[in-house]
């Protein structure tokens, strides 16, 4: 299976339904008086956790999802039918980006976690909803708002307790094939794994942890070099990490210095996780030539404050101390601060309704604000009375004073959604 862990779609909130306009005409019932039922709201586009699902694969050819519209109102009271929601299925550990703006929605972690990412329309209010003691018989009814739409960017951070980083080549695929059921491919070249990689750990009964292959780091991952700037966003989920170290050398590059540089790159990346704890494996000491490395490397802990384990993922020679080790490391962690405070969940109510005015490139007057575009999009303007009381509002909110501030002229052209009209005194 292929591993998706970011792509882009397009999601459209279903509109809400018209209102109806209608008269009641019944026998023996003479001015029966208005009966215009309201229009049925349109779907949420909603988000949930799936945990049967590891890959963002499903929206490789799927990028577009349209929420269905509520129904129309009818006659005698008559409300539309509210659309069903549209529920999109995301593996755990997905965070929802706004393309536009890039500012992050939501960040779902937890089984079956859900979040309103669009808003469907609410369904236009029938004529009898206008009735009143000044217009006793109102002749116009609301059109449906329109669905809310967004384009997306999804992005997947692996959900896993320990996280495997280190030099492409120095074992990492070898390691988690060990001590799992993960079987990644592994080859003596580098970037083998192109993806991150998850096994379960089971070092007793009911003791597991998800331990994690992050492929890609390389001196330079954190500016994009290699397949790190990818990769590099799974380290963040993970709790603990296990610094895989080459201590043959065989690769031609100083196992001291390895530790080292893939720890600038970690921070140059995100700070948080120079403080994620670390264990580090001196791997490959099988080989004749890591005898005189481990010493350094030994030395190198001692004077880190880390953990340092002798192992050998081909031989398994130590590898079950290390896992049983990093279980006790687990059992004991605690998250900092900065880490447990979870990414907002984006509220799609509050949105600012300040009434904004500025001048297209043909220097037309453009007038927006959400509740503006709104009555705009729900007004019928072929019908005279709908127009009259938009022409109220308009007054209400002091429009027209708002743009004489910015100059307007008599007959110049004033744009409010997709609405044009031309100005006048």
Known sequence: MKFIDRTKITVKAGDGGNGKSAFRREKFVPKGGPSGGDGGKGADIIFIVDNN?????????????????????????????????????????????????????????????SVVICKGGRGGRGNARFSNSANRAPTFAELGEPGAYKKLILELKVLADVGLIGYPSVGKSSLIASVSAARPDIAEYHFTTLSPILGVVSVGPEQNFVMADIPGLIEGAADGIGLGHDFLRHIERTKILIHVIDASGIEGRDPVDD?????????????????????????????????????????????????????????????TDLMKHVYTMLLNYTAPPEIEEKIKIYDAEKDNDEIKISRDMTGDFVVSGKALDKLVAMTNFANDEALRRFQYIWRLKQIDGKLKDKGIKEGDTVHIGAMEFEFRE
């Open 53 to 113: 699902m590891n890959t963002l694969l499903d929206f490789r050819y799927n990028r577009k999802f349209l929420g269905k519209n509520g129904g129309n109102g009818d006659i005698k009271n008559q409300f539309g039918r509210n659309a069903p929601d549209l529920m999109i299925k995301v593996p755990a550990g997905t965070i929802i980006k706004d393309e536009d703006t890039g500012n992050i929605l939501a960040d779902l972690t937890d089984a079956d976690e």
């Open 259 to 319: 530790f080292y540089k893939i720890n600038k790159e970690l921070a140059l990346y995100a700070d948080k996780l120079t403080k994620s704890p670390q264990v580090i494996a001196a791997n490959k000491i099988d080989l004749p030539e890591a005898a005189e490395n481990l010493v350094r490397l030994e030395a190198l802990a001692k004077k880190e404050g880390l953990p340092f384990f002798k192992i050998s993922a081909a031989t398994k020679e130590g590898v």
